[in-house]
């Protein structure tokens, strides 16, 4: 019953309907400040384009249409920690607000081997410990925000994948050996990408049991499966044939991640909030989900990647 039911999710997350919350459903936001990691490709662009566009209503225009906003680049090496600092110090001395952070960067399946200036496998290091760093500077920010902001507004939106559903088992993460350096035989680079997205998941839930009674959305996401640069690293036959037959659109992967910093429903929904294409309401895997509410996978990796990251604080 399970395998049916997960088939089932997965053809739907493969194969969405379309989206009925888009550009024209985003409520104003003028004034307000929005952090998009991995803003110069395929999705990340994408939401920054809409964002911009939708950059604040202009009053003195009867037709209320949007004017544009004000964009500005950030430099961040995400492959390697010793940079968020200075970004994050950068940011925080510009903007006296952060309404929604989406940590959408990543990368997928690099050459085996590939690590971090600070040795992490490469998937990890950049898709989850970097983040997870970056968020903790950025947290007293969103936490002030929230004080003020009207409730649900303020997020923080973790981008997954439903790679998510081929971590390791028995729930995601190999917490033994996280970079797989003691293992024999080394992972295939899609499970230790499947893994990292699983520590996507991981941060979010664990962040929101921290912060939603202090008024931020911690929620993630899979934005679907997107004609982008993240298959660079993807053999001929996975881009070309796969590529042609399953992928949409970035766009579509943007309007994903707009629902999940704007609609309502994930403000109101209970419990974890987990989004998938093209803006609904989800359910991560189940094997990841028992971790969580049984194991408290979250709890674990947050308290080691706390460990980690202190000294780059
Ligand atoms: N495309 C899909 O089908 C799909 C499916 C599920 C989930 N996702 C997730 O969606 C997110 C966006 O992926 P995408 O498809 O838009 O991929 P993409 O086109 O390759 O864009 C990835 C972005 O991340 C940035 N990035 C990568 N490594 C970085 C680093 N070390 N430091 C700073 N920025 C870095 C890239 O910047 P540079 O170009 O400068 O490196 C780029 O802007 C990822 O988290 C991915 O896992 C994508």
Not at 92 to 117: C, E, F, H, Q
Not at 123 to 134: I, Y
Request: hydrophobic residues 35%.
């Amino acid at each position: 019953m399970d395998k049916v039911r997960w088939f089932f999710s997965m053809f739907s997350e493969m194969f969405p309907p379309s989206a009925t919350f888009t550009e024209k459903d985003v409520p104003d936001v003028a004034g307000k400040v929005f952090l998009v990691t991995g803003g110069s490709s395929g999705v990340g662009l994408e939401l920054c384009r809409i964002l911009y566009h939708r950059g604040g209503r202009n009053p003195s225009q009867r037709s209320q249409r949007f004017s544009e906003g004000v964009i500005g680049v950030l430099k961040l090496d995400l492959n390697d920690l010793t940079t968020i600092k200075p970004a994050a110090q950068e940011l925080l001395a510009k903007v006296n607000r952060l309404d929604i952070a989406w940590y959408n960067a990543g990368v997928m399946t690099p050459p085996v081997g590939s690590k971090t200036a600070q040795g992490y496998e490469l998937q990890w290091g950049t898709n989850v410990v970097a983040h997870f760093l970056l968020n903790r500077f950025l947290s007293p920010l969103q936490l002030k925000t929230a004080q003020s902001a009207p409730k649900g507004s303020v997020r923080t939106i973790w981008v997954s994948s439903s790679a998510h559903h081929f971590g390791p088992g028995p729930y995601g993460i190999n917490f033994d050996d996280i970079n797989y350096e003691h293992a024999d035989k080394k992972p295939r680079p899609f499970t230790t990408y499947s893994q990292s997205k699983v520590g996507d998941i991981l941060c979010a839930y664990e962040y929101a049991n921290l912060v939603s009674d202090k008024g931020i959305l911690s929620l993630s996401l899979n934005p679907g499966n997107l004609k982008s640069n993240i298959t660079r690293n993807s053999g001929f036959i996975a881009r070309q044939v796969i590529g042609r037959m399953f992928l949409y659109p970035p766009r579509q992967g943007g309007l994903t991640e707009l629902y999940s910093g704007f609609a309502p429903e994930p403000a109101e929904n209970k419990g974890f909030t987990y989004v998938i294409p093209w803006g609904r309401i989800g359910t991560p895997n189940k094997d990841v989900k028992i971790g969580l509410e049984q194991y408290d996978t979250g709890k674990k990796l947050w308290a080691i990647l706390e460990k980690e990251t202190d000294k780059y604080m």
